[in-house]
């Protein structure tokens, strides 16, 4: 019988906690794998659909203006068109060249404004047409990109059902187990496990580290299996338990 000493016990805890925390983790890794792209998928076709409703939005903006311009333009276009009838009917009644000068002067000037007015009104009257149908294509878009995310998020739901339950239990897990491990220790190990795919802690495996098959000497083998130290792989860093 071997009697532990303080610092013996201590390392025995530390290892048991190591590596149950590492099976907590290990059983994470598994549900995100689960879940796998999923949840980053979701949250792109969220954001696209925003981008698209907002593009949608402004174009409907835009058709609104565009509308409304060819509206005040068309009657800015029928009183043009009147006055031009009317100076039409006073040149048939004038007397004098300087009167006649005036009248065709004002005569051509609302000519010139019916002509920018018509373009102006061809040009707005292409515009709504085209963002009409910008509008229409894009709204279809947007119903399929809708389609599309709400499948997904349903079946992100549910798969998230289904996991819910056991990540809350290996959460609450990992906190119990956390609290009780030393600080520098667990900074090591989260430093490693995000580095080195997920594995902080790693077992002696036929003289070698589990993680990295790196040798261990057999004396620090030695060491491992009775817990007189908390050893790290000199290759990998991993923690080595027994
Ligand atoms: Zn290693």
Redesign the pocket.
């Known amino acids: 019988m071997t009697q532990t000493t303080g610092m013996e016990s201590k390392v025995r805890e530390a290892v048991q906690l190591l590596t149950e925390l590492q099976e907590i983790d290990d059983g994470l890794r598994e549900i995100a794998l689960e879940r796998g792209d999923l949840p980053e998928e979701v949250e792109k076709l969220e954001g696209q659909i925003q981008a698209m409703e907002a593009d949608v939005a402004q174009r409907k903006a835009d058709l609104e203006k565009t509308t409304a311009a060819l509206v005040e333009r068309t009657e800015q276009l029928g009183g043009a068109k009147e006055r031009l009838v009317k100076f039409q009917q006073q040149l048939y009644a004038v007397k004098t060249t300087r009167e006649y000068d005036a009248i065709t002067a004002e005569f051509n000037f609302v000519k010139e404004e019916i002509t920018r007015c018509e373009q102006d009104n061809a040009r707005d009257t292409q515009r709504t047409s085209e963002l009409t149908r910008q509008i229409e294509d894009r709204t279809t878009g947007l119903e399929k990109v809708r389609v599309e995310t709400k499948a997904k998020a349903d079946e992100l739901r549910e798969k998230l059902a289904e996991t819910e339950v056991e990540e809350r239990g290996f959460l609450h897990r990992r906190e119990n187990v956390v609290v009780r491990l030393m600080k520098p220790l667990y900074a090591h190990y989260e430093r490693i496990r995000k580095a080195k795919d997920g594995r902080g802690v ?1 077992r002696i495996m036929d003289g ?7 040798v261990i000497p057999p004396q620090t083998q030695v060491n491992i299996r009775k817990q007189v130290d908390i050893v790290l ?6 923690i ?1 338990v027994p």
Do not use: L, N
């Open positions: 790693a070698a580290c589990g993680g990295c098959f790196a792989c000199e290759t990998c860093g991993r080595i």
